[in-house]
């Protein structure tokens, strides 16, 4: 791989990457379904917490645990 194809690599990395910062910005501050409110600041919850990105319709959707294994019974 010669240097031109690296950089034509690294911009492209670069535009995706830079509209999944964009939409991760854009986090809601509780669940969709139930409203729960969401602290961004609480470790325990960014790890437990669920977050759903549609790069179609550009929008971030998070949901609480709970309402999550619901949607995904649900499936």
């Not at 690296?6 to 910005?25: C, F, N, P, V, W």
Request: glycine fraction near 2%.
């Amino acid at each position: 791989m010669n240097r031109q194809q690296r950089r034509a690599l690294g911009k492209s990395l670069g535009k995706e990457t830079a509209s999944t910062i964009d939409l991760m910005l854009n986090l809601p501050n509780e669940c969709l379904t139930c409203k729960k409110p969401y602290d961004k600041k609480d470790k325990q919850m960014a790890s437990t917490w669920s977050v759903e990105v549609s790069y179609k319709n550009k929008t971030t959707n998070l949901y609480c645990p709970e309402c999550f294994e619901k949607r995904k019974n649900a499936d």
